[in-house]
């Protein structure tokens, strides 16, 4: 009748039961509070001889509530990177804090589902409520998941679309003019060359910059950027900024 059954982590170490439970041959979610790696290997052995389904095991903590501090969230990247064929979730029993960081955490780490008490009202009597979760506790969560989702991104090692504007802006000036002057000197090894060169750029800042520069190949160079008034000026290695009239 179910269409995914649960295991508590009371239960998790009961493995008739789990094997039980496993024969439906139905997904199954298992929470691993209190269990030692061992346990847990054994509980998955269990429900593999019988049951291929997807598995899914929870992180979990048991102390109600559990305090921010014992809430180890980071045995669900343990757990993630031992256990790569199965989903590794969460079983929450901390208090809801007031920007869900907890269950952000949790999810950023790997965890990609979630298991909170729910209630509708927090005041009412019982071991369950003062530490659920309420509608707008529920709402927090979903919000700041799809917001983690946006941040991340894909993490691809290369330059974004959103950045080839500010990228040729940043790099009109790469530093390959000045390194002619260097080149030449690979063709021209006694001469005393004397250099002088002007650009016009514009800046990443959308600014247009007007530079000069001057020097003797391989001595290197005095360089000067000017801006609506202000002077920056580069003498050999080192920016040294100035402001107008203040040398």
Same mark, same amino acid.
């Given at each position: 009748?179910?269409?995914?059954?649960?295991?508590?982590?009371?239960?998790?170490?009961?493995?008739?039961?789990?094997?039980?439970?496993?024969?439906?041959?139905?997904?199954?979610?298992?929470?691993?509070?209190?269990?030692?790696?061992?346990?847990?290997?054994?509980?998955?052995?269990?429900?593999?001889?019988?049951?291929?389904?997807?598995?899914?095991?929870?992180?979990?903590?048991?102390?109600?509530?559990?305090?921010?501090?014992?809430?180890?969230?980071?045995?669900?990247?343990?757990?993630?990177?031992?256990?790569?064929?199965?989903?590794?979730?969460?079983?929450?029993?901390?208090?809801?804090?007031?920007?869900?960081?907890?269950?952000?955490?949790?999810?950023?780490?790997?965890?990609?589902?979630?298991?909170?008490?729910?209630?509708?009202?927090?005041?009412?009597?019982?071991?369950?409520?003062?530490?659920?979760?309420?509608?707008?506790?529920?709402?927090?969560?979903?919000? @700041?998941?799809?917001?983690?989702? $946006?941040?991340?991104?894909? =993490?691809?090692?290369?330059? /974004? +679309?959103?950045?080839?504007?500010? #990228?040729?802006?940043?790099?009109?000036?790469?530093?390959?003019?000045?390194?002619?002057?260097?080149?030449?000197?690979?063709?021209?090894?006694?001469?005393?060359?004397?250099?002088?060169?002007?650009?016009?750029?514009?800046?990443?800042?959308?600014?247009?910059?007007?530079?000069?520069?001057?020097?003797?190949? @391989?001595?290197?160079?005095?360089? $000067?950027?000017?801006?609506? =008034?202000?002077?920056?000026? /580069? +003498?050999?290695?080192?920016?040294? #900024?100035?402001?107008?009239?203040?040398?």
């Amino acid at each position: 009748m179910m269409d995914v059954y649960k295991v508590s982590s009371s239960d998790m170490n009961n493995l008739p039961f789990v094997e039980y439970q496993a024969k439906k041959n139905k997904p199954m979610l298992i929470s691993v509070g209190a269990a030692n790696e061992d346990e847990i290997d054994r509980m998955i052995a269990t429900v593999r001889k019988v049951n291929n389904q997807p598995l899914c095991i929870l992180h979990c903590v048991l102390e109600y509530p559990t305090p921010y501090e014992h809430a180890n969230l980071n045995k669900i990247a343990s757990l993630k990177e031992k256990y790569k064929d199965l989903i590794i979730g969460y079983s929450d029993h901390t208090k809801p804090d007031a920007c869900a960081d907890v269950i952000k955490t949790a999810y950023n780490l790997g965890a990609v589902v979630i298991e909170k008490h729910f209630t509708l009202d927090k005041t009412l009597k019982g071991n369950d409520h003062y530490h659920a979760m309420d509608p707008e506790d529920a709402r927090k969560i979903l919000f @700041g998941i799809e917001f983690i989702d $946006t941040i991340r991104g894909k =993490g691809d090692l290369c330059c /974004l +679309e959103t950045e080839q504007t500010a #990228r040729k802006n940043a790099r009109t000036f790469s530093g390959n003019d000045l390194r002619d002057c260097q080149r030449n000197r690979n063709y021209k090894r006694n001469a005393d060359l004397q250099e002088t060169r002007n650009w016009n750029f514009s800046g990443a800042d959308g600014r247009n910059y007007r530079t000069h520069a001057e020097g003797r190949c @391989g001595r290197g160079y005095d360089f $000067t950027m000017e801006y609506a =008034g202000k002077r920056l000026e /580069l +003498e050999r290695d080192k920016w040294r #900024r100035y402001e107008s009239g203040n040398k």
